[in-house]
């Protein structure tokens, strides 16, 4: 806490209570149980109920960037927005509330992975993840009053928050999973575009009669991850998994999309919708 300005110390400790909170800091047991508790949310038959609406909302962002003889740039036209609208109608978030949400979003992407380099945008970041807790914290009350067709909902219904885990660990790791659903997803579809533009012989085939053949596959961060040899080894013969990567590339600190400006006030947004 030494290193932290003296002004934003309330801030920064609360921050870092908040952190302290995410699976992904918490070794086993503490991973695992923090964990269950998202369980059945992520199961297979609970994700695909939101495959219609996440086709819905891919061509309509495709479509509403596509121009005949124009260029865009992928991440900022694709690969940012499109995960954000889909993991907002996830976890319920109303879309008068978006802006806020993918703003406060930005700015904790910047504190986490470090990209936040002068002290006003320090400042920000940690007042960013301090008004998400707030937020979230509000709708999951909101959600106990009023559920709805939402991630926050269900597992609520489930009857684990306040037996498993305490609500204060529930909301801290809905904080990061807002954080990741935009983060790994983004650099998850950059780089799924540029493994299959480098190596069409990856690419599923498009006639629907075909069948895909599994053992080639390899997961796109196995070909792009920053910490690869630079030259790829061919793709395998077997159905074993390829080394998983440290991280793909793609850099976070890019724009949110357009909408995401400073909310006027940072507080409980979820009172206001």
Known sequence: MDAVPQGAREDAERAFSILSRWMVFNDPPQHRRLRQVFQEAFAARA???YSAFTEKVTRAVLTRKAAPGHSGDLMAD?????????????LGIPPTDGPSFWYWNARVADLVLGTAQEESEYRASLQALVSLEDY??????RRRAEPGDDLISQVLAEGRVGDTVSEQEFVGMLTQMAFAGGETTSNLIANTVLALHTRPA???PSAPNRTWPRAPWRRPCAWTGRRRCPSAPPPRTSNSAATPCARATGSSSSPPPPTATPPASPTRAASTS
């Open 47 to 49: 994700v695909a109920r």
């Open 78 to 90: 694709v690969a940012k927005p499109l995960p954000a609208l889909v993991f907002a109608r996830w």
């Open 136 to 141: 979230l914290g509000a709708l999951v009350e």
């Open 202 to 204: 990856s690419s599923p």
